[in-house]
């Protein structure tokens, strides 16, 4: 634009017109000129940019250096104290230095500030090492000898920090192994024997349970009448179905067959309910003396176990003892102590198997350091947190995470797209429909803690309570009661759809006085249907949950914060998001292929299913990828409805259901916030609170990835731009 | 009400009543339009159907048609039979209701919300208005062709035998035999044949074109409509366009609605000229050209207005 008013000179004027005044670029008024917008539209971008990128930049470089392995150094005081450390970070003013010490456990603090003015002297010696331990975070020390004791006998293996560092790594490896055979022993084979306990004894409590309920025994209704029942409702519907169609009067043909199979299929759906929540065929309870035999299978049973139990203990036993064997005697140099087994066990050295690594830096070359920033990273990407989430890696909580976010996108996104759909392609497009896109839109602007009250409240509390122990004593209807309102709400279903039918209008006419009257009671009588529909659910004499007898010893099993209702209040706080890029998307098929369709004999719902939705494709997942972006980066209302600070048990599982949803869960954002705010050694935790940002940021990002790439090859085949 | 909010191809309420012949004043001071003038007062007229017209063998017959859109009328006691196995025009200047004429025949209209019809149309016989008609089954007996080349975004296979496929049928050997003959009727067979199951976004508008009517035909209509079917053309791909509608009207009813009076000359058996929603004279193309009963229409065909 500038160069314009630069070029727009008079060209010579050959002879056509007079000389004119030459133009004078001075007399240009500033806002003419094309310059300073330039600036100052160019200088928002770059404002914008410089701060954009200064986040990403310090999150990607924090979160990169953590892991590079430091040099020990060795700073002596002026006062003539000595303490090994490293550098974490500096102070320009006072000068001074903040050291890493380690050695917690004989009491020194882990983090040491030291004025620059207090230095005597630094070094760094080659002895000195940083070991990694599996509790009381790291140790500073010089490795001097390793011993093997034998029934109370030391025996020294190796002496001097080379010959300890040979015997480090030719053992520590098998040590290890032999460490993680230990804890998948108490993990796995110990969690299952305990978790079979538990079976066996909430087995016996569903039965207790069941037998002391009055309300089902003598009320069984006996399969045939059942039968019975939905037959007549069957008939019902027939000739609800006869009617309307009469009425009617422009049914198109087939539409008769796929009516009845609708309905028919609704009957059977109903009948088939009905018969599993009322279970006709379980009968009555058991019987006292079958009680009595089932507790007498159970106890035995429970022996068995026990057995078990203490012979996965003696293994265990067996192989602590082995590994108490191998120990190392690295010792700090201001008061000459090593690092002790326990803490309560000074005396004790530290045993090889306790070390998760030992970096002795300083005499690391380059390739080593490598070596050992990819193995630290390793660790942090595949293994639990240890020591309050302050060591270790944070495998469970990438698995929650990346669980989290799958769930919630596959439940948010059929969800929003078909809602999406009645809205732009069978509403009528009035003040009504208007009013709910309107509130739609708005929802999208709720903060997202208020959704994770309404999910605690809602989903844990009132639906997870129902999924444990089934609708409260006190508001389960009576049997003749619940099935009165299962008959009333056929009935004001089979009336409400035939208001819709009848109310339809002739294409080509307008409706009728009475159609109108007839299409509002349609809609009230579907609004009753739905009433009734809910109560009939929440007050049904014949569910009392799936999980009962837990919940009858106070622990709930979907009662509480989990993965699922987690999932499902994200879902809900990004539907705003799905149901409005869907809207666009179908708006922007357009209407000529939607009419080339019908103009083909396509009925609606097929130009829908094959014009309309694949047109709409790339938006849809466009809405499903920023549903997914922002549900990965939430953290406010999963704090109430399910991440936690720890938990060792991963959604999924190779144990029966597999998939654990009413599993609390930890979460990439709330560990942050645990890490940077809630951690008890808050020095330590933060370079792991940019580790895992910059995780989160490169999880979040991946995922996206995926879906940008889907959309990108979905749009080339629509526009035809790849052929 | 389908997609509001979108923007429809065309609004045929838009200026109904306020497009009028504009003509030069010398020239017109000396033709009389009785029949314009009375339609633009808006009172009724008599078309003049010529005499071979009067009583054929309609495929569709239209009898005291009226189509309203809200409140507006956009049509006017249309009375007219479109003879079987020939091709018929409608011409007429630009908001005239032609299209919305054609569109009324497979019920495209009940699409847009507020448009109320009274008369009767038949398609062999059999009413098109009537209250239990299957609107669906309808446009399966009649293929459409829109101004705008609209192939759908799929590979050129998958939209031509698209009418067959939502008739749920998956035969390979079927769909391909079905594909293959209704491309060669289109006369574009032989440009698309190894590039079948290429997008066919990739061609060219006249042949993007010929494959919509490829895939209007590949159900055999009975009556094939087309819209304007080369206003969006070049000269080149239009003349392809007019061979192929001669080709295939040797096999189909053709009803085709066009701005262009030569087109009309070129392709046609028969042409109705309409103005403001109203039928002004209808009868044998030769004779609407050469020989027209109304002054008003033969003004109009020699281009001296509208």
Known sequence: MSRMVGDRVVPAANGARPPGKPLEMRSTPLSARGEPMIWLTGGALVVCLVMIIGLVGMIVTHGMTTFWPRPVEQVTLQDGSVFLGIRTAEDDEPARTLYRTGNRDIGREPFRWVSHADIASIETPPGAVMVEREAWSVWFGVPERAVEVIDGEQRVVAEGYEAVMAYYHAEHASARQRRAEVERLMRQDLGRVNREMERQRLRVRSVELDMQRTDRIGSPMPLPAFVGAAAAVLGLLGVGVAVGRRANGHSVSGRWVRVVRLFCFLGAFIGILGCLLHAPWRGATMTEAELASLRDRTAQREVELQAEYDRILATIREKEAFDARQRLIIVEPTEGRFAPARQIEPDNPIQLSQVVRIVDTNAMGTGQKVGVFLSRWWEFLSTRPREANTEGGVFPVIVGTVMLTLLLTITVTPLGVIAALYLREYAPQGIITSTIRIAVNNLAGVPSIVYGVFGLGFFCYTVGAFVDAGPAPEVRLPPVWWWAGLGTTVAAMIMAYACGVWSRPVPGTEPSKAQIVLRRSGWALWTMTLVLAVTLVVRTPYFTGFFEARAADGSPTFGSRGMLWAALTLALLTLPVVIVSTEEAIASVPNSMREGSYGCGASKWQTLRRIVIPGALPGILTGAILAMARGAGEVAPLMLVGAVKLNQDLPVSGEAPYLHLDRSFMHLGFHIYDLGFQSPDSQAARPLVWTTTLLLLAIVLALNLVAIIIRARLRARLTGSTV | ?306
């Open chain 2, 1 to 306: 009400m389908p997609y509001a909010g979108t923007e429809m191809s065309e609004k045929p309420t838009q200026g109904l009543r306020h497009v009028a012949f504009q003509t030069e004043p010398e020239k017109t001071q000396r033709v009389e339009y009785r029949v314009i003038e009375a339609i633009r007062r808006g009172e009724p007229v008599d078309p003049s159907v010529h005499a071979s017209l009067k009583d054929c063998d309609g495929v569709i017959e239209i009898d005291s048609f009226n189509l309203w859109y809200g409140q507006a009328q956009a049509i006017y006691d249309i009375n007219m039979k479109i003879p079987r196995g020939e091709v018929t025009a409608l011409i007429g200047p630009s908001g005239c209701g032609k299209s919305t004429l054609l569109r009324s025949i497979n019920r495209m209209n009940d699409l847009i919300g507020g448009v109320r019809v009274d008369g009767r149309m038949r398609l062999n016989g059999s009413p098109i208005y009537a209250p239990d008609v299957d609107v669906i089954g309808l446009r399966k007996r009649l293929g459409m062709v829109f101004q705008k080349p609209n192939p759908f975004p799929m590979s050129i296979y998958e939209n031509v035998v698209y009418p067959l496929r939502i008739d749920g049928e998956n035969r390979r050997r079927v769909l391909e035999e079905a594909c293959e003959r209704s491309l060669r009727s289109a006369a574009i067979w032989d440009e698309v044949k190894d590039r079948l199951k290429q997008s066919a976004l990739g061609l060219s508008g006249g042949q993007q074109q010929r494959l919509c009517i490829a895939r209007a035909i590949v159900a055999d209509p009975e009556v094939l409509l087309l819209d304007e079917p080369c206003s969006a053309l070049d000269p080149i791909a239009t003349l392809r366009i007019e061979e192929l509608i001669t080709q295939i009207a040797e096999k189909y009813t053709v009803l085709i609605v066009t701005h262009n009076m030569q087109q009309a000359a070129r392709v046609s058996k028969n042409t109705a000229f309409m103005y403001l929603g109203r039928l002004v004279e209808y009868g044998p193309t030769a004779d609407i050209f050469q020989t027209p009963a109304l002054p008003e229409t033969e003004q109009y065909v020699t281009g001296r207005f509208g």
